[in-house]
Antibody
Framework: QLHLQESGPGLVKPSETLSLTCTVSGGSINSNDYYWGWIRQPPGRRLEWIGNIFYSGTSTYYNPSLKGRVTMSADTSKNQFSLKLTSVTAADTAVYYC???????????WGQGTLVTVSS | DIQMTQSPSSLSASVGDRVTITCRASQDIRNDLGWYQQKPGKAPKRLIYAASTLQSGVPSRFSGSGSGTEFTLTINSLQPEDFADYYCLQHNTYPHTFGQGTKVET
């Protein structure tokens, strides 16, 4: 059974960089069949798709609403992929989820989510 | 971006009711749509993919229909464990976008 687990600081100061890692177990990220992505949900608001990455890093897509502040990477040796979001503000406070999706489909496996609060 | 307009934003229902939730896309997304259920403090769980295909392990009282710009999630004979939030997600075009959600409550 595939399992995804987010990890990273729960509190980030304004203007700093949010960094999260998703560790995948029960399967390999090294597959041509899947994209690995991030989705967030601010408190009381709808889900927002952040972006996704192919295991080789050759194909990434980021939501333009994040104005170039996002970078994703994948480490096949650790079976992990990561998210960096720079210059954070309070508006970036959210539960962040990592997820897997098959090419041409929607996300099927999700991590449990991790709350990141932006505050001084 | 493709806008996903989901309705209603909330609805009140009872056990045994039939519930219908609608998502409209601002442009044709073929059948590139999934439906998710989310309970408080939990990750979303996919119920339907490709607009009408039931995810393995999901009860058959859930069904999805539609293509193009209009989609429907139906829950037949609502059960106590079905009170939750529901979201649609289009993955036809980047950036993928979610509907605003529907809260199904008693």
């Amino acid at each position: 059974q595939l399992h995804l687990q987010e990890s990273g600081p729960g509190l980030v100061k304004p203007s700093e960089t949010l960094s999260l890692t998703c560790t995948v177990s029960g399967g390999s990220i090294n597959s041509n069949d899947y994209y690995w992505g991030w989705i967030r949900q601010p408190p009381g608001r709808r889900l927002e798709w952040i972006g996704n990455i192919f295991y080789s890093g050759t194909s990434t897509y980021y939501n333009p609403s994040l104005k170039g502040r996002v970078t994703m990477s994948a480490d096949t040796s650790k079976n992990q992929f990561s998210l960096k979001l720079t210059s954070v503000t309070a508006a970036d406070t959210a539960v962040y989820y990592c997820a897997r999706r098959s090419t041409g489909s929607s996300s099927d496996y999700w991590g449990q989510g991790t709350l990141v609060t932006v505050s001084s | 971006d493709i806008q996903m307009t989901q309705s209603p934003s909330s609805l009140s229902a009872s056990v045994g009711d039939r519930v219908t939730i609608t998502c409209r896309a601002s442009q044709d997304i073929r059948n590139d749509l999934g439906w998710y259920q989310q309970k408080p403090g939990k990750a979303p769980k996919r119920l339907i993919y490709a607009a009408s295909t039931l995810q393995s392990g999901v009860p058959s009282r859930f069904s999805g229909s539609g293509s193009g710009t209009e989609f429907t999630l139906t829950i037949n004979s609502l059960q106590p464990e079905d009170f939750a939030d529901y979201y649609c997600l289009q993955h036809n075009t980047y950036p993928h976008t979610f509907g605003q959600g529907t809260k199904v409550e008693t």
